[in-house]
């Protein structure tokens, strides 16, 4: 059955930063969709997005061909970061190299699309980028801002690195918290967690690991993880493992306290 006038969800927009709540402004990319592909107009509604955890009910006041006046509608819609307590997404990071060339913005638009909080951008012996074809960080972040409006996501995918594998290694994980190292035909994810606590995810490039990555992963305690019995393309298991430890940790995170 078709949406009734009034029915159909309200656009998300990113909002410039620092956001002002008495002069709210979108980005300039934004704006400049809103006026002239959405020609939105005096009274229509839509929501501003900060990436830092808030959603912002805003109404146009005035536009004309170059200028959009917004206000504030209504109380701001907010959320933890992921893993705090009251947070919808758990604190899981995906560390593996960019992909094959082209992979790279559909790896990042997929990871923030099924809730992982950050990728680590690795540079490991058999990456993709040794000859400096690796993608940029600012444009990864741009693809997963994107795909935060279409999903509904009020924290931004975090994107850092370049690293190398010791520099990521000697981080360690957060307090409390685990890590995985993604193998085919290893046990799956675990059923369960004790805690809603930290994750990390470690992904080889699409030669894999070396023996020696291998080992070091092994010996500073990530534990084995498979998804499937095939060996699969990075940007497949990294959007997969990701899925799958948001999920598991989702449902601890639903179950009753006590």
């Known amino acids: 059955m078709p949406r009734r006038r009034g029915e159909a969800p309200l656009r998300r927009f990113r909002l410039r930063t620092p956001f002002v709540e008495t002069d709210p402004r979108l980005t300039e ?8 592909v959405l020609r939105l107009s005096a009274g229509d ?10 959603e912002w009910p805003l109404v146009v006041r005035a536009a004309d061909r ?21 947070s919808r997404l758990p604190a899981v990071t995906v560390l593996a190299p960019a992909p094959r060339p082209g992979e790279a913005e559909t790896m990042a638009d997929q990871l923030a699309q099924v809730g992982v909080a950050r990728w680590t951008l690795l540079r490991t012996e058999r990456s993709q980028d040794v000859r400096g074809s690796a993608p940029r960080a ?11 409006k279409q999903c509904g996501r ?3 995918l975090e994107v850092e690195g370049p690293v190398d594998l010791a520099s990521a290694l000697g981080e360690g994980p ?9 193998s085919a035909g290893s046990p799956g994810v675990p059923a369960e967690f004790d805690a809603p606590v930290p994750v990390r995810i470690w992904v080889g490039p699409e030669g894999g690991w070396s023996d020696e990555e291998h080992a070091l992963l092994v010996e500073a305690g990530a534990r084995p993880m498979g998804l499937s019995p ?7 298991a990294a959007v997969l493992g990701g899925a799958a430890l948001v999920r598991a ?6 179950e009753p306290a006590g």
């Open 154 to 156: 009020l924290w931004d």
């Open 29 to 36: 990319a934004d704006e400049a969709h809103a006026l002239r």
């Open 230 to 236: 095939l060996i699969l393309r990075t940007s497949t």
């Open 66 to 86: 170059r200028t959009l006046e917004l206000e504030v509608a209504g109380a701001c819609r907010s959320e933890p970061q992921p893993g705090a307590a009251g």
């Open 138 to 148: 600012d444009r990864l972040i741009r693809v997963a801002q994107e795909a935060s």
């Open 45 to 54: 509604r839509l929501l501003g997005l900060t990436g830092t955890g808030e």
């Open 249 to 254: 940790l989702g449902a601890t995170r639903d």
């Open 174 to 182: 957060e307090e409390g918290g685990s890590d995985f190292l993604l």
